[in-house]
């Protein structure tokens, strides 16, 4: 039994959002507490060497749990809260669950590095304007990684197979980063957009869906299930 959690991320940071919709698949209530990649918690670095969000505190009848970054708190979660399998119970799924939950993981990192953390950043910092060499490059890394997600689905239904798994919450939660600022092009991937929508009706998606940075409207469809 778990008597406390605690989540230290940011709103919009994608490892975050992973995070928050596995604790929404389990049924995990948490304290979130924010702490932006710019200027991180003072606790984070506390709780681990190295530690940075997101990171995941609990307390309960195991002891002093803490859990930093995503293959920590994901797989952790899949193995001491009862509910929603995050990972399929076959073997042979597992691994290729696993398999396409770090591909989306390494795959996105040049789309966060550079679009995402542009758009973020010219947010941040308002006195400056985007690089749009950044934006270019993430935009086009971004396309790839559609057509190739887009493919996955078609084929499969999801992701990895037939049952939804880690790496759809993954891709998940990579895309509705981006299309916070409108950066996907649904049009070009319509497999992947029908994937989506259903992944976007669930009700661990909704908190992400109610995510508002100061000063930046999301794009028009962001929230809406019927896009």
């Excluded at 930093?68 to 509910?83: F, Q």
């Excluded at 990895?160 to 939660?173: C, H, V």
Aim: neutral net charge; proline residues 6%.
């Amino acid at each position: 039994m778990l008597h406390m959690s605690r989540l230290y991320h940011w709103s919009l940071d994608p490892a975050g959002r992973l995070v928050r919709l596995c604790l929404g698949e389990k049924g995990v209530e948490f304290e979130a507490v924010e702490s932006p990649p710019w200027s991180p918690h003072p606790d984070v670095a506390r709780l681990a060497p190295g530690a940075v969000a997101p990171a995941l505190v609990q307390e309960g009848r195991g002891g002093h749990i803490v859990a930093v970054g995503t293959r920590a708190i994901c797989e952790h979660l899949d193995e001491s809260v009862e509910g929603t399998h995050l990972l399929p119970l076959h073997p042979g799924e597992r691994a290729e669950a696993r398999r396409l939950w770090a591909w989306v993981e390494a795959g996105f990192e040049q789309v966060t590095d550079n679009l995402l953390t542009e758009r973020v950043m010219q947010w941040v910092r308002r006195d400056r304007q985007p690089d749009s060499e950044k934006l270019r490059r993430g935009a086009h890394t971004l396309r790839g990684r559609l057509t190739f997600l887009n493919a996955m689905v078609e084929v499969n239904g999801n992701v990895a197979g037939r049952n939804l798994s880690l790496a759809d919450f993954a891709a998940a939660a990579h895309l509705s980063a981006v299309d916070y600022f409108g950066d996907v092009e649904w049009k070009a991937v319509p497999d992947l957009k029908v994937w989506y929508a259903r992944i976007k009706s669930r009700p661990s998606f909704r908190p992400l869906l109610a995510d508002r940075l100061e000063a930046v409207r999301p794009s028009a469809h962001y929230a809406d299930l019927d896009f």
